[in-house]
């Protein structure tokens, strides 16, 4: 199992500097290379190493590593490209959008992300330092510093590149890490966790995890960009460039809190968890004007995500099932009608009588579901005779 893991540098203002610099002679050979690449129809990474690799360290500063990072970053991106584009995603951007992405050069920032391997970039877990390779030469005794589990993870399990960042002038290194696989213990039964936007996370024992704080969260960051935007001076644009991503990070640890929860429960229990699939979902409805922001500002993605690896780490067993009516069949008698569902918050079967919150009934349909699927994923297969 890989995870990345975040670290934050506290360089010198001379390293800093440093690697400042470093940075930028490395996008703007970055997006030389994009250049010739897209000019030339040569995109891969022999191809371009071929014809570029020696202007590269030339006319860039860059000794031989760190050249061939340079050159495998931007063929990477043009691989992805290429995976976005058959894949179909390309296609629901605009007109305008499509063409930049097509029609143009991959651009890279003079801040953007450089990856460095283990020949660039060596740790030091006991000093907490690394010594990372810059254009002016080996800089070395460069502190870091993060969480406990962040470090303890680093010292054990990092394996391959890290990525050197620098965000609003603090700098970071996000290191790749190989975790060993825990097994998936087979569970006595399941949590079914129905998600949803006024009531991000509601499970099948009847825990919810209310949405109105990040609401409010979000209507109040809302608000505040529509007064600055009527504003219109030089202060109240810098404003929200200070403020951008904290929307996002508080939705992001409201997001770890709860899938951490779960995950804890099904693991002190024995039990699975299991999720609608909700895929496409956004394509499939149409909303009025009022209600986009709220759907598109919707997180269910990142939690199902932090739900599947969390579970994958503690070695609970992760499913996710069809969505077809969870919230208007009934888990008594089966009976499935729109009915069932006379107001957003409650149930009430039309057929045997049985009522209860919505999203409660949802969870539990989940959670059949998810008996039934896991009895298919875990049958023997059987294989022809003679």
């Not at 962040?150 to 290194?173: A, I, M, N, P």
Request: with cysteine.
């Amino acid at each position: 199992m890989k995870l990345v893991v975040q670290v934050k540098l506290l360089p010198t203002p001379v390293q800093a500097a440093a690697l400042e610099a470093t940075l930028r002679a490395c996008n703007q050979a970055a997006a030389h290379v994009s250049q010739v690449a897209y000019e030339r129809g040569v995109k891969d990474r022999n191809g371009l190493q071929r014809h570029l690799y020696r202007a590269v360290k030339a006319d860039f500063g860059l000794s031989a590593q760190p050249a061939v990072r340079v050159i495998k970053k931007v063929a990477d991106a043009y691989a992805a490209l290429a995976a976005q584009a058959k894949a179909g995603l390309l296609g629901r951007l605009s007109s305008k959008r499509y063409r930049k992405a097509t029609g143009s050069p991959i651009a890279f920032r003079e801040r953007a992300a450089q990856p460095f391997d283990d020949r660039c970039l060596s740790w030091q877990p006991d000093a907490r330092t690394v010594s990372i390779w810059t254009t002016a030469g080996r800089m070395k005794n460069v502190r870091y510093t993060g969480s406990v589990d962040q470090l303890k993870t680093l010292d054990h399990y990092r394996k391959g590149e890290s990525d050197l960042v620098c965000r609003k002038g603090t700098w970071f290194l996000i290191a790749t890490c190989e975790i060993p696989d825990v097994p998936v213990v087979e569970p006595v039964d399941w949590i079914g966790v129905d998600r949803g936007i006024v009531n991000l996370a509601t499970t099948s024992d009847a825990v919810n995890h209310q949405g109105r704080g990040l609401t409010r969260h979000r209507r109040w960051y809302a608000k505040k960009r529509a007064e600055l935007q009527a504003v219109g001076t030089r202060s109240a644009t810098r404003r929200p460039a200070r403020r951008a991503g904290r929307e996002q990070r508080h939705a992001t640890h409201m997001n770890h809190r709860i899938s951490k929860e779960i995950v804890s429960v099904a693991q002190r229990t024995g039990r699975g968890i299991a999720v609608e699939c909700l895929d496409g979902i956004r394509e499939r409805v149409r909303l009025r004007r009022e209600q986009r922001g709220t759907l598109c500002s919707w997180p269910f993605h990142q939690l199902g995500a932090h739900l599947a690896y969390k579970a994958e780490r503690a070695g609970v067993a992760f499913l996710e099932v069809d969505a077809a009516y969870t919230s208007q069949r009934c888990p008594r008698c089966g009976h499935t009608e729109r009915a069932n569902r006379p107001s957003r918050d409650h149930f009430s079967c039309r057929r045997c009588g049985l009522a209860g919150p919505a999203d409660v009934v949802a969870g539990v349909n989940v959670r059949t579901r998810a008996r039934s699927a896991w009895a298919f994923v875990t049958m023997p297969v059987s294989r022809p005779t003679g």
